[in-house]
């Protein structure tokens, strides 16, 4: 009797573990893994400040700073400064210049100024003797894009044709097409 009842027990045992395996495999899984990844680490932007703030000089700030931020990074405005003149609302790209007169100043106001860039010399930028600064002055291209292209023409030689760029680790097909009209090559 003792062997029966162990023999059932073992049986029972048995088929409670199949019935559970089976209904392990044959359900339905129960949705995709979540996926965490780490929000991308905003790129500084460098943004000179002159004119009538405390500390004149150039700052470093995240992207997507305005104005504002730039001035008050700079010790903020001095007594007389005029702030009427200056957006101060207005988005700051790497590279710009935000000047801050003062009453009675005769200076240009260059409030939004962003470097020299082709479209306002009307001559395109040769790739191939181009500078960091001068590549900077290109759309959509800022100093580690500029280091760079430099990098790889010191690398691989001259580039042969405008769209030879595209190479460049960084520089994709809507990037070429932002800047194909405004380089050429010598």
Do not use: C
């Not at 996926?35 to 790129?43: F, I, S, V």
């Not at 020299?116 to 002055?137: M, R, V």
């Not at 580039?159 to 405004?182: A, N």
């Amino acid at each position: 009797m003792l062997q029966r009842s162990r023999t059932f027990l073992a049986g029972l045992m048995a088929g409670l573990l199949s019935t559970g395996l089976l209904l392990l495999i044959l359900s339905e899984p129960r949705g995709l893994p979540i996926e965490l990844h780490p929000p991308p680490t905003p790129r500084p932007i460098r943004v000179h400040v002159a004119g009538a703030v405390a500390q004149p000089g150039v700052y470093e700030l995240l992207n997507g700073s305005h104005a504002q931020q730039a001035i008050e990074a700079a010790g903020g405005p001095l007594e007389g400064a005029v702030l009427d003149m200056v957006n101060l609302a207005s988005p700051l790209e790497d590279g710009q210049q935000i000047y801050v007169p003062i009453e009675n100043d005769s200076s240009p106001v260059i409030s939004t100024s962003v470097p020299t860039s082709p479209q306002a010399t009307g001559e395109p930028i040769n790739i191939n003797t181009a500078t960091d600064a001068e590549l900077e002055s290109l759309p959509g291209i800022g100093p580690s894009l500029a280091q760079k292209i430099v990098e790889w023409r010191e690398t691989h030689g001259p580039f042969l044709k405008p769209e030879d760029i595209i190479q460049v680790s960084g520089i994709g097909q809507s990037k070429l097409e932002q800047i194909r009209d405004l380089i050429t090559v010598r």
